[in-house]
């Protein structure tokens, strides 16, 4: 059974403290492992869609990776706008996405 | 370009009754999924829509039921609410434009079961 886990469950930095949320994952026929980040009361908005075991993708502060078991998104120099829920979600063998619980990250000033 | 948009935003019902949500996909995009995420949770996934027929469904009860329209616009609707379906519904739509497997989420319509 396809299974995605984010560590930590809540993250809280100070502006300019850079570090590193954690989606580990179980799943047969990975076909993409995908990072949204939701505000309250919003939509998940996409960030990177990463396919294969050592790609590495980069947006402004953000940057994700993937290995074999896990994905790692990495946050540099932070700002507080970028406090928000980090979701991470894998696809398999079909064409839905099965999402881990998320990371709330909170960025303080 | 106006997204993904979702209809209504916030309702109430209460336990037994019938729901149904509404939902236009960005332009450009012809597959419409929905998902369901509960408090403090990830969403999860009920069913996907192409060309007006369901073509993948998660573990969800009968209860939940949907239509694609020939537009590509599509209504979820809920038989016999419970109190455990209060929950953030999200559209989600994707399709050559874009990437097939980048889904684009409304702003999703929060249901409460009294």
């Known amino acids: 059974e396809d299974q995605v886990t984010q560590s930590p469950e809540a993250l809280r930095l100070q502006e300019g403290e850079s570090s590193s949320l954690n989606c580990s994952y179980t799943?047969?026929?990975?076909?993409?492992l995908f990072w949204y980040r939701q505000d309250p009361g919003k939509g998940p908005e996409f960030l990177f869609t990463?396919?294969?075991a050592g790609e590495e993708k980069e947006k402004e502060r953000l940057k994700a990776t993937l290995t074999k078991k896990e994905s790692f998104l990495h946050i540099t120099a932070p700002k507080p706008e970028d406090s928000a829920t980090y979701l991470c979600a894998v696809q398999a063998g079909a064409n839905n996405l099965f999402f881990g619980t998320g990371t709330r990250l909170t960025v303080i000033p | 370009d106006a997204g993904v948009t979702q209809s209504p935003t916030h309702l109430i019902k209460t336990r037994g009754q019938q729901v149904t949500l509404r939902c236009s996909p960005k332009s450009g995009h012809d597959t419409v999924s929905w998902y369901q995420q509960a408090l403090g949770q990830g969403p999860q996934f009920i069913f996907q829509?192409?060309?007006?027929?369901?073509?993948q469904r998660g573990n969800f009860p009968d209860r939940f039921s949907g239509h694609q329209f020939p537009n590509y616009s599509s209504e979820l609707n809920v038989n016999a609410l419970l109190l455990g379906d209060s929950a953030l519904y999200l559209c989600?739509?994707?399709?050559?434009?874009?990437?097939?497997?980048?889904?684009?989420f409304g702003a999703g319509s929060r249901l409460t079961v009294l």
């Open positions: 829509y192409y060309e007006e027929e369901e073509r």
């Open positions: 990463l396919y294969s």
């Open positions: 799943v047969s026929g990975l076909r993409g």
């Open positions: 989600a739509s994707s399709g050559r434009t874009g990437g097939r497997n980048v889904l684009t």
